[in-house]
């Protein structure tokens, strides 16, 4: 059943609480599962996460793919999976062009449709923004494009892409820290860090890099807050939007609630010279929003200069940005 928007925003946002990311009860339906990444990836997240893949879409080549938890079927049409399976998360692998189309077909064919997982990077922002007026339309969220997927260490569960590569059940443990990264790979070597020094995670987000961001900051720091698993968020920030300072200004504002402290990591200070984006899509910055404004949004939020084992130490209760 989808919720009201009784959010302290003005879009649709279905999310209340991290633990409504990816949860137990979630069935999902992968769009174009045979291809190559999908083909590596849903066999591993399908077992990890209890056989939670009802279905595939490939196109004109229905089968099944053999999974270590049986095989998941695939059909050449959405049509078809509407009539013999329920799900409400749909994970989209199609080239770009192909993106769009599929969202307005899994909201048309399916009302229980929550939400969505798009892999799928570099799309255009024309259809980055059709996307996001049928997803607001019919009341789903978003993650991507360009996500790697989330994931739950405590709900043992991973939708999209690879996060915790081929072994999630050694990497994606149980604890109190959430992350929200700007890159797909640093999601899962983050992961790999706070496991080294005792820390599980709670939820996993990897939401893109994209020039549109569809679940970002703002909403990522509402579900925490409303998450009692998560005692801190991590934050991995690259150049290129405001997401992150619409987020501080909304906090201070009193528009949304926040109490947590927040760890983040800005990067790609080299980037500020360039003239054309290099590696994700949404990473070139003008000055406004670089790194080091970015740097500077949040030292001002937390009241204290970058954290420096050597010179800087001290930390607020509203966190602290560490620097590389």
Not at 65 to 78: E, F, H, N, Q
Request: overall charge positive; hydrophobic content about 40%; aromatic content about 10%.
């Amino acid at each position: 059943m989808k919720s009201k928007n009784n959010t302290p925003f003005k879009y649709y946002v279905g999310i209340r609480s991290l633990e409504d990311i990816a949860s137990k009860d979630d069935r999902i339906v992968v769009m174009n599962i045979l291809g190559n990444e999908s083909r590596k990836v849903t066999p591993v997240s399908h077992v990890f996460s209890g056989k939670n893949v009802v279905a595939g879409v490939q196109y004109g080549r229905p089968g099944t793919m053999k999974t270590d938890a049986g095989p998941i079927p695939v059909y050449s049409r959405l049509a078809e999976v509407v009539e013999k399976h329920e799900f409400n998360t749909g994970v989209i692998y199609l080239p770009p062009a192909a993106v769009y189309y599929a969202v307005a077909e899994m909201c048309h064919y399916n009302d229980n449709l929550e939400k969505l997982v798009i892999v799928t990077e570099k799309l255009s922002v024309k259809d980055q923004r059709l996307i996001r007026a049928v997803a607001q339309i019919n009341k789903v969220d978003v993650f991507g494009a360009n996500s790697l997927g989330v994931a739950d260490a405590w709900n043992r569960v991973r939708i999209g892409g690879g996060l915790g590569g081929d072994r999630p059940d050694e990497l994606l443990l149980k604890g109190s820290i959430a992350l929200h990264s700007n890159s797909g790979n640093f999601s899962t070597t983050i992961t790999e860090y706070l496991k080294t020094q005792g820390f599980g995670t709670s939820t996993v987000v990897s939401s893109g890099k994209d020039k549109i961001i569809q679940f970002a900051v703002a909403e990522f720091l509402y579900a925490a807050e409303n998450d009692a698993r998560t005692k801190a968020v991590v934050l991995y920030v690259e150049p290129g939007g405001y997401y992150e300072k619409q987020a501080l200004d909304w906090i201070q504002e009193g528009r949304i609630k926040f109490t947590k402290p927040i760890v983040v990591l800005v990067t790609g200070r080299w980037k500020a010279k360039l003239t054309r984006a290099v590696g994700h899509a949404g990473a070139l910055a003008g000055s406004d929003d670089g790194a080091i404004a970015k740097e500077k949004w949040f030292d001002k939020y937390v009241r204290k200069k970058a954290f420096d084992p050597d010179k800087h130490k001290k930390v607020s209760k509203k966190g602290v940005r560490v620097s590389y």
